[in-house]
Nanobody, 125 residues
Framework: QLVESGGGLVQAGGSLRLSCAASGRIFSDYAMGWFRQAPGKAREFVARIGWNGGSTYYADSVQGRFTISRDNAKNTVYLQMNSLKPEDTAVYFC????????????????????WGQGTQVTVSS
């Protein structure tokens, strides 16, 4: 089970930190990802992090502004979002990779088998 938190309303240029708490699997064995879905648009990749905390990878649209990290002792993955823009407005989902110890730096949604319910992020201009 994955449960996101930390979403909310923020002005453009502001920051938010999303959290995703995991349970039910050995969290430290799995790569994790963040995705988002804006109104009327398809869900898209945002960031991913390897099971060991390495192999971070970002969508071009958030590179340099967002940082993904994880705390395996707390079974939690984070998404620090800085310099937020109105176009970052979306429901943000965390997801767990289907396979343990995967080293493939995938951004493909089909490679992630468990999903949270999402948390709303709204950036006002």
């Amino acid at each position: 089970q994955l449960v996101e938190s930390g979403g909310g309303l923020v002005q453009a240029g502001g920051s938010l930190r999303l959290s995703c708490a995991a349970s039910g699997r050995i969290f430290s064995d799995y790569a994790m990802g963040w995705f988002r879905q804006a109104p009327g648009k398809a869900r898209e990749f945002v960031a991913r992090i390897g099971w060991n905390g390495g192999s971070t990878y970002y969508a071009d649209s958030v590179q340099g502004r967002f940082t993904i990290s994880r705390d395996n002792a707390k079974n939690t993955v984070y998404l620090q979002m800085n310099s937020l823009k109105p176009e970052d407005t979306a429901v943000y989902f965390c997801a767990m990779h289907r396979f343990a110890f995967s080293l493939v730096p995938t951004s493909t949604q089909a490679d992630f088998g468990s999903w949270g319910q999402g948390t709303q992020v709204t950036v006002s201009s």
